[in-house]
């Protein structure tokens, strides 16, 4: 093999790598950016995963009926840096969420805070956070 056709052949190799790694992760536009929703739940699971950490919240929505949301947050990465651990939300924890809703209307969303039960209040490192217009929680 030439140096030429072994040049090609590492530059289409690094370009099909990058175009990968860009198509597995999305933007932020499967979010509502024009409200917030406050959730009332118990935690199922914390799961502190690459590419994106997931909070699994248990709602009840009637005396009988609980609502399951997935709650997307940052990289792991991002959330070390701004001081999270994975301990710091465990299964059965009570906690209030504030998330920007999923556009498609499914229970879930992006989480933008998370009050704990020692009162203390995580902000997750969501870039662009104030793009997020908050609204009032409904009684």
Request: proline share 7%; with cysteine; hydrophobic share 40%.
């Amino acid at each position: 093999m030439t140096l030429r056709s072994l040049t090609r052949v590492c530059l289409v190799s690094l370009g099909s790598l990058t175009a990968l790694s860009a198509a597995a992760h999305h933007s932020f536009a499967i979010f509502d950016h024009t409200q917030t929703m406050t959730l009332q739940g118990r935690v199922k699971s914390f799961q502190w995963t690459n590419p994106h950490g997931y909070l699994e919240l248990e709602v009840t929505a009637g005396p009988k009926d609980v609502e399951h949301y997935t709650l997307e947050l940052t990289s792991i990465n991002m959330l070390r840096r701004a001081g999270w651990k994975s301990s710091d939300v465990q299964a059965g924890d009570s906690v209030t969420a504030v998330i920007a809703p999923l556009l498609n209307g499914d229970p879930g969303g992006l989480l933008l805070e998370l009050k704990v039960p020692d009162g203390r209040t995580l902000v997750p490192p969501v870039p662009a956070i104030g793009t997020f217009k908050r609204t009032q929680p409904q009684p």
